[in-house]
T-cell receptor
Framework: DTEVTQTPKHLVMGMTNKKSLKCEQH?????MYWYKQKAKKPPELMFV???????INESVPSRFSPECPNSSLLNLHLHALQPEDSALYLC????????????FGSGTRLTVV | SQQGEEDPQALSIQEGENATMNCSYK?????LQWYRQNSGRGLVHLIL?????REKHSGRLRVTLDTSKKSSSLLITASRAADTASYFC????????????????FGSGTQLTVLP
């Protein structure tokens, strides 16, 4: 069982839809992350929330919008996506102590049609 | 962006053999981590080695780090079919552009297949 929970596990959406991916962590961590992973590629960082401060990968298009309601929850709002946005979206959390690794959720498999 | 390269890209071995994967990176790091990913699933943290450490063991895993060469290796001993997965190295730091936030940047990954 993972202590980072992502919902839904699978999502199919049209290019005109608005949807949200949700992530919740029960680790007491103060940093949460969204990663995007295409098939046979490594995960790429999209957004970081650390102590409620947002850092953005400037290459991420504005059709992706993160939201951090509190330190345990992280949402990713999706609007007007393109088929090339189809990917595995991974949420992770970490503490600030550099002696410990990150904890990842099991991901949301997104397909844009 | 991708931190570095891993080699080999793919490795196929028999059960019981050892598997070695190598990772190179580009920037200064606080630590280097290794993760496993089963097909289409989330990543599982395996082991972390700090920048001032040279070798670390955890069960059947042995990690080395050479900061002068900006490289690391992961050795899995006595491999099992259940070890079949993708393995990623990842570097952890505090890039100036992110203020105080940690950022984990992944290498290209090695697909390991252990044949029964």
């Amino acid at each position: 069982d993972t202590e980072v929970t992502q919902t839904p596990k699978h999502l199919v959406m049209g290019m005109t839809n608005k949807k949200s991916l949700k992530c919740e962590q029960h680790m007491g961590h103060r940093a949460m992350y969204w990663y995007k992973q295409k098939a046979k590629k490594p995960p790429e960082l999209m957004f970081v929330y650390s102590y409620e401060k947002l850092s953005i990968n400037e290459s991420v298009p504005s059709r992706f919008s993160p939201e951090c309601p509190n330190s345990s929850l992280l949402n990713l709002h999706l609007h007007a996506l393109q088929p090339e946005d189809s990917a595995l979206y991974l949420c992770a959390s970490s503490g600030t102590d550099l002696f410990y690794g990150y904890t990842f959720g099991s991901g949301t498999r997104l397909t844009v049609v | 962006s991708q931190q570095g390269e891993e080699d080999p890209q793919a490795l196929s071995i028999q059960e019981g053999e050892n598997a070695t994967m190598n990772c190179s990176y580009k920037t200064s790091i606080n630590n280097l981590q290794w993760y496993r990913q089963n097909s289409g699933r989330g990543l599982v943290h395996l082991i972390l080695i700090r920048s001032n450490e040279r070798e670390k063991h955890s069960g059947r895993l042995r990690v080395t780090l050479d900061t002068s060469k900006k490289s690391s290796s992961l050795l899995i001993t006595a491999s099992r079919a259940a070890d079949t997965a993708s393995y990623f190295c990842a570097t952890d730091g505090f890039p100036p552009s992110s203020g105080s936030a940690r950022q984990l940047t992944f290498g290209s990954g090695t697909q390991l297949t252990v044949l029964p």
